[in-house]
T-cell receptor
Framework: ELKVEQNPLFLSMQEGKNYTIYCNYSTTSDRLYWYRQDPGKSLESLFVLLSNGAVKQEGRLMASLDTKARLSTLHITAAVHDLSATYFCAVGLNTNAGKSTFGDGTTLTVKP | DAGVTQSPTHLIKTRGQHVTLRCSPISGHKSVSWYQQVLGQGPQFIFQYYEKEERGRGNFPDRFSARQFPNYSSELNVNALLLGDSALYLC????????????FGSGTRLTVV
């Protein structure tokens, strides 16, 4: 059974600082997703990573994938308050189209 | 373009009742997935439908069922509701087996009392 672990689960950081969220998964996968969720809201897709070494960046967020280590990272650069949210990684397989296994999420709070 | 739409947005039901939740995917998306999100946890996969056929089922009891219609919209049905079924139910649609990602609807908040 595929397991997805995120750490840390809670992260409080100062504006302007950098930090990385880690996502480890237990079995081979060919797709990795990152989502953002604001309180009481749905999931917003951030990144889709499909191959080893894939790196994608959007604003202050950068995601990478190492399929050999079964690890994805979400790096936050020069955090701002608007980035405060819960971030989920999810792992899928092409053979299980539609099924993604989610981590428990990382709740990020950016303080001024 | 309209995104993934779900209805209703909020629902309160009594234990033992049944509920039907609805989802309309993005135009052109033939795949619909359903997830249950309990407060403080990540979403848990319930079902996936593609071209009106069930392609995946998560670890949920038979009280949960779903179907997809010719227009690719979908319904999730839950019978004999339990207090533990209280959650946010999310629908996601995708263009091609998730290769381009999934778009989630705003969800249905179900409260069972």
């Amino acid at each position: 059974e595929l397991k997805v672990e995120q750490n840390p689960l809670f992260l409080s950081m100062q504006e302007g600082k950098n930090y990385t969220i880690y996502c480890n998964y237990s079995t081979t996968s060919d797709r990795l997703y990152w989502y953002r969720q604001d309180p009481g809201k749905s999931l917003e897709s951030l990144f889709v990573l499909l191959s080893n070494g894939a790196v994608k960046q959007e604003g202050r967020l950068m995601a990478s994938l190492d399929t050999k280590a079964r690890l994805s990272t979400l790096h936050i650069t020069a955090a701002v308050h608007d980035l405060s949210a819960t971030y989920f990684c999810a792992v899928g397989l092409n053979t299980n189209a539609g099924k993604s296994t989610f981590g428990d999420g990382t709740t990020l709070t950016v303080k001024p | 373009d309209a995104g993934v739409t779900q209805s209703p947005t909020h629902l309160i039901k009594t234990r033992g009742q049944h509920v039907t939740l609805r989802c309309s995917p993005i135009s052109g998306h033939k795949s619909v997935s359903w997830y249950q999100q309990v407060l403080g946890q990540g979403p848990q996969f319930i079902f996936q439908y593609y071209e009106k056929e069930e392609r995946g089922r998560g670890n949920f009891p038979d009280r949960f069922s779903a179907r997809q219609f010719p227009n690719y919209s979908s319904e999730l049905n839950v019978n004999a509701l339990l207090l533990g079924d209280s959650a946010l139910y999310l629908c996601a649609s995708s263009l091609e087996a998730g290769r381009y990602g999934y778009t989630f609807g705003s969800g249905t908040r179900l409260t069972v009392v």
